[in-house]
């Protein structure tokens, strides 16, 4: 059999149900999308790294509220350059790698509620 037989094998393989488990982890993070939804990432995240200057206390530095799903859709976009183009968010403090991948993997499913 030439190569891409094999690789059309492998891609069947591990599209069935009993083997995705295998194939996402192949993908590294590939299984993290749709997992999330706003209320998680806001308690595993955005309350300990965000909350304090955006939102406690009508706090809203840059005039950037993440305490809402409404108020945080508005600044999406801006909270995504912040923190993964620009690197400038959160100030002081860094995401560990575990909450980054988590962040991106919701917004990538289109930051569900
Ligand atoms: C210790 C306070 C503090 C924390 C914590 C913090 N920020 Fe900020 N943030 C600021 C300040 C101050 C500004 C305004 C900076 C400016 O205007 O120059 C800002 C601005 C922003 C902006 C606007 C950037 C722009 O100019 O478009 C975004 C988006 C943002 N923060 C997102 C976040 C996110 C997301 C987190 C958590 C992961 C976070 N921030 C954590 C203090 C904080």
Same mark, same amino acid.
Not at 8 to 13: A, D, K, N, P
Not at 34 to 37: D, E, Q, V
Not at 80 to 99: C, H, N, R, W, Y
Not at 107 to 113: C, H, N, Q, V, Y
């Given at each position: 059999m030439r190569l891409h037989h094999w690789i059309? =094998?492998?891609?069947?393989?591990f599209s069935?149900? =009993?083997? *995705? %488990? +295998?194939?996402d982890f192949l993908n590294g993070e590939a299984s993290e999308s749709? %997992? !999330?939804?706003y209320e998680e990432i806001f308690n595993q995240i955005l309350k300990a790294k965000c909350?304090? +200057?955006h939102g406690e206390d009508g706090?809203?530095?840059g005039g950037v509220d993440i305490?809402? !799903?409404p108020a945080l859709i508005k600044d999406l976009k801006r909270i995504?350059? *912040?923190?993964?183009?620009? %690197?400038?968010?959160?100030?002081?403090?860094? =995401?560990? *790698? #575990? #909450?980054y991948a988590k962040l991106r993997a919701w917004?990538? *499913?289109?930051?569900?509620?």
């Open positions: 059309f =094998l492998l891609q069947f393989f069935q149900p =009993l083997f *995705a %488990k +295998c194939g749709t %997992k !999330y939804n909350f304090f +200057c706090r809203r530095e305490s809402t !799903y995504e350059k *912040a923190v993964f183009i620009d %690197k400038i968010m959160p100030s002081g403090d860094f =995401l560990t *790698a #575990q #909450q917004i990538d *499913a289109g930051a569900p509620e």
